[in-house]
Nanobody, 120 residues
Framework: QVQLVESGGGLVQAGGFLRLSCVISGKFFSGDIMGWYRQAPGKQRELAAS?????????ADSVKGRFIISRDDAKNTVSVYLQMNSLNPEDTAVYYCNVRHNLFQNRNYWGQGTQVTVSS
């Protein structure tokens, strides 16, 4: 089983920054993709950024140049970070940490979510 624990959300003014953290424990595979998704009120959940086990990253167009995803692999855990800079009110959402496999669709785990609110 995989467990994900997120932290780091909060309230920030436009132009500010936040860093989200996600500690993932369990068993890992080479095809795992760690990601941060977000869901704004009344909108569908969308990918913000992802990173593979090999370190390749992918970003939504709306966050490119402002967000940076990174990971730190320890013996039994993987920590995934999302550095969010130049935040704007459109970034307001619940942010979810995710682990999925690039081949096995039933391997798909979510954190509980952390609220990010950007005031104008």
């Amino acid at each position: 089983q995989v467990q994900l624990v997120e932290s780091g959300g909060g309230l920030v003014q436009a132009g500010g920054f936040l860093r989200l953290s996600c500690v993932i424990s369990g068993k890992f595979f080479s095809g795992d993709i760690m990601g941060w998704y977000r869901q704004a009120p009344g909108k569908q959940r969308e990918l913000a950024a992802s990173i593979t086990s090999g370190g390749s990253t992918n970003y939504a167009d709306s966050v490119k140049g402002r967000f940076i995803i990174s990971r730190d692999d320890a013996k039994n855990t993987v920590s995934v970070y999302l550095q969010m800079n130049s935040l704007n009110p459109e970034d307001t959402a619940v942010y979810y940490c995710n682990v999925r496999h690039n081949l096995f669709q039933n391997r798909n785990y979510w954190g509980q979510g952390t609220q990010v609110t950007v005031s104008s």
